[in-house]
């Protein structure tokens, strides 16, 4: 984490505050619409974000029409500025108004019962996608509160303010450098941990797993936590229904686990079973995907940086 200075903790501070407080006290629908419109502008600005979103498309999926990519590209700005706008709200959320914003998934919530009355830890396997800090808070409010890994934010007192709105209805935030032991204890417990696992990772902490048929550094934490606690790992993710107006918290049977009596083998092929998961999701609502985060940035020995 960089060491920020007390100035710049305090002007970032005041900064991240102020919108998130002016955001928060406009209603709802005009909240949303400040958000999604500057997730607008920030797709027309030019930068190394629209560039790496750009590529990561042209990976993802090279026979499609360049159109048809930026529209992808537009839609993932405007879920971002949305979240941006749902989560000004949350301070002010009630479990009864959440339950009107969100449409869960029974398939998600019936395997989740069924962990829960067979005493099994359960792992979220989700990702950047839609509206992932809603995704955890709507499921603490409808009583089914979780733990989830999260990277501090090198700001602390950010970190902190954003913290109180994410734990609001008894949810846990575990620092990720020191996420093990704790997480073990969850499951073992039969809890419920929550964990983005898309982003890029370096070698010493992942493996090498196709993901879009490209191969990217992949957290192996999560087959390396399900094989010791033989928890229950549920795909899901939060995303935005433009049709009705709600959220829907989608949700896909368990991935089973794969058991070879080799460690490392069983760590790599349940890596890429999850990593295949995680892309079914987001091959599903693709505008609501975070492509401008460098997925592919870690490549193994000997191959170029696909962002050159």
Known sequence: MAKHGKLQIALEYAVARTILFGMGILPRPVAIGVGVTIGRLGYLLP???RRTGERNLEIAFPDMRVADRRRLLRGCFESLGRLLGEFSQLPRATPEKLRQLIEYDEVGLAHLREAEKNKRGVIFLTGHLGAWELHSFGWSALEYPL?????????????????????????RAIDKQSAARQSLRVLREGGTLGILSDLNTQTREGVFVPFFGKLACTTAGIATLALKTDAVVIPTCAVWD??????????????????????NKDIEVNTA??????????????????????????????EADVYQ
């Open 47 to 49: 930068g190394h974000l």
């Open 147 to 171: 733990s989830f890994l999260v990277r501090p934010l090198d700001n602390p007192r950010i970190e902190e303010m954003i913290e109180r709105v994410r734990t609001k209805y008894g949810n």
């Open 242 to 263: 433009k049709k009705r107006k709600r959220y829907f918290f989608h949700g896909d049977p368990p991935v089973e686990l794969v058991r070879t009596g080799d460690h």
């Open 273 to 302: 079973r999850f990593a295949a998961a995680v892309e079914r999701m987001v091959r599903l609502y693709p505008d609501q995907w975070l492509w401008i985060h460098k997925r592919w940035k870690t490549r193994p020995p000997g």
